[in-house]
């Protein structure tokens, strides 16, 4: 199911796939939905309207949705400075610029059979065109958010920030222990594109700073400690070193594993200390 968009007038419902005055068999207004039944032409796409109860061809740059009831897939846009230009044609080109989109605005996808231009819906601006897809982070349908995470920190406060760096420069808002983020880019090893409800802003933030992960109600994997004798040490790094040492866990304490990806030591957090680090797995089970 597609929406028309149009800024004025109406969208022509035509016998042709072309721009003829007379081939109109009827007119689509903005708030009309149609069944779309066939995307092959690059322009003129064939179209139901329950509205009109005709079929024939519109003017596919005028529809915006798609998908199934619950709308197209979502993005976000990430710029490290400036906007990302919404254009008339898949080309970089200040003449064809109809919009600007900056960080933390959202689009709906419709069309990704471009390498490099993805032909979008922005809500913000109420415009259909095309962007430069390297400049969007996320994905799911519009009524889904991304995998939620925890911000843990011992102490002060997660950046969010405009930039995959720690700089004090680029910080846009803090985030403290407890509060929940939604993850829309995790392909960075370190820092995350996250949306934050609080701040109601995206950003990147650190990810070793996050616990959790899953829906809004997520399904952690969590590990019971077992040690014959003393403590399982939570350390800040992947090594046997009493300088690296920043809790204590004890047979019967729960933690909730974030990272196996280690043969030895796995990242965790642990409810009990409210702290994130490593533990040897061995002592988990």
């Known amino acids: 199911m597609y ?10 419902l035509r016998t042709a796939k072309a721009y003829d005055d007379k081939n109109e068999i009827g007119e689509l207004y903005t708030g009309d939905t149609v069944e779309v039944t066939d995307t092959s032409d690059s322009t003129y796409w064939y179209v139901y309207s329950a509205k009109l109860n005709k079929s024939g061809y519109v003017n596919r740059n005028y529809l915006v949705g798609g998908g199934s009831s619950t709308g197209g897939s979502n993005y976000t846009v990430s710029v490290s400075k400036g906007y990302l230009a919404l254009r008339t044609a898949k080309a970089y080109d200040d003449k064809n610029e109809i919009g600007e989109l900056y960080s933390g605005d959202t689009v709906q996808v419709q069309d990704t059979s471009d390498s490099t231009y993805w032909y979008v819906y922005s809500p913000k601006l109420n415009k259909s065109g095309y962007v430069n897809r390297n400049y969007l982070v996320g994905g799911g349908t519009a009524n889904t958010g991304g995998a939620s995470y925890t911000v843990s920190v011992s102490k002060g406060y997660l950046a969010l920030r405009t930039a995959k760096a720690y700089d004090d420069k680029n910080e846009i808002g803090e985030l403290y222990s407890g509060d929940t983020v939604q993850v829309q880019d995790s392909s960075d090893s370190t820092y995350w594109y996250v949306y934050s409800p609080k701040l109601n802003k995206s950003g990147y933030v650190n990810r070793n700073y996050l616990v959790g992960a899953g829906s809004s109600t997520p399904s952690v994997v ?20 009493d300088s690296n040492e920043i809790g204590e866990l004890y047979s019967g304490d729960t933690v909730q594993v974030q990272d196996t990806s280690d043969s030895t030591y796995w990242y965790v957090y642990a ?3 409210n702290k994130s680090g490593y533990v040897n797995k061995n002592y988990l089970y």
Do not use: E, M, N
């Open 271 to 273: 409810p009990k200390l």
């Open 3 to 12: 929406t028309v968009s149009v800024s004025k007038g109406y969208l022509a």
């Open 222 to 241: 969590t590990k019971t400690v077992s040690v014959s004798k003393g403590y399982l040490a939570l350390r800040t790094a992947k090594a046997y070193d």
